[in-house]
Antibody, heavy 120, light 110 residues
Framework: QVQMVESGGGAVQPGRSLRLSCAAS????????MHWVRQAPGKGLEWVGI????????YYADSVKGRFTISRDNSKNMVFLYMSSLRVEDTAVYYC?????????????WGQGTLVTVSS | QSVLTQPPSASGTPGQSVTISCSGT????????VYWYHQVPEAAPKLLIY???QRPSGAPDRFSGSKSGTSASLAISGLRSEDEAHYYC???????????FGGGTKLTVL
């Protein structure tokens, strides 16, 4: 079955960097775009960005543009979120999510999430 | 402040029907599909409705979605205690070039 497992979260100081990983299984990663979505404690969902199925394009929310980078290694079924210049307001559970299909980029399947805490 | 507007809360008793609204603009709901997700505490969101009114396999037929103009709705019939969760609407926004969510509606089954 389709499954994503995120890892790499933890506590980090403001201004530092962190890389999250998303291990995908149960489908061919090279055929699907992948999102990152975050949820601050007690708050709603916020889209972070997307990487296209072949890694040719990425798009980001304005709140993270220039600081966050999404990459992928289809040969290893892995998607990454590199976060730099972290801010207190980046504190959230970060989810990776697979798109529905090649023609629909909605968030179809979600991982369990990994918590990132940015605090001094 | 979320781009899409949802009521913060909704409630009903077992067996009743409840409708959750999601309001947007021409640049988001008005021109794109709407999706609905539900999330129970300490768990990841799960797709409930896609492309306005389609249910993925495994989603109960008690849940239905609709869209009209710049608004969308999620209807839940025959409420059950396990329906207690947060519900979020989502769509693409052409002006922002971003996926946007509603603020979420907490459904309480009394």
């Amino acid at each position: 079955q389709v499954q994503m497992v995120e890892s790499g979260g933890g506590a980090v100081q403001p201004g530092r960097s962190l890389r999250l990983s998303c291990a995908a299984s149960g489908f061919s990663l090279s055929s699907y775009g992948m999102h990152w979505v975050r949820q601050a404690p007690g708050k709603g969902l916020e889209w972070v960005g997307i990487t296209y199925y072949d890694g040719s394009k990425e798009y980001y929310a304005d709140s993270v543009k220039g600081r966050f980078t999404i990459s992928r290694d289809n040969s290893k079924n892995m998607v990454f979120l590199y976060m730099s210049s972290l801010r207190v307001e980046d504190t959230a559970v970060y989810y990776c999510a697979r798109v529905l299909d090649r023609n629909d980029e909605a968030f179809a399947y979600w991982g369990q999430g990994t918590l990132v805490t940015v605090s001094s | 402040q979320s781009v899409l507007t949802q009521p913060p809360s909704a409630s009903g008793t077992p067996g009743q029907s409840v409708t959750i609204s999601c309001s947007g603009t021409r640049s988001n709901i008005g021109g794109n599909y709407v999706y609905w997700y539900h999330q129970v505490p300490e768990a990841a969101p799960k797709l409930l409705i896609y492309r306005n009114d389609q249910r993925p396999s495994g989603a109960p037929d008690r849940f239905s979605g609709s869209k009209s103009g710049t608004s969308a709705s999620l209807a839940i019939s025959g409420l059950r205690s396990e329906d207690e969760a947060h519900y979020y609407c989502a769509t693409w926004d052409d002006s922002l070039s971003a996926w946007v969510f509603g603020g979420g509606t907490k459904l309480t089954v009394l």
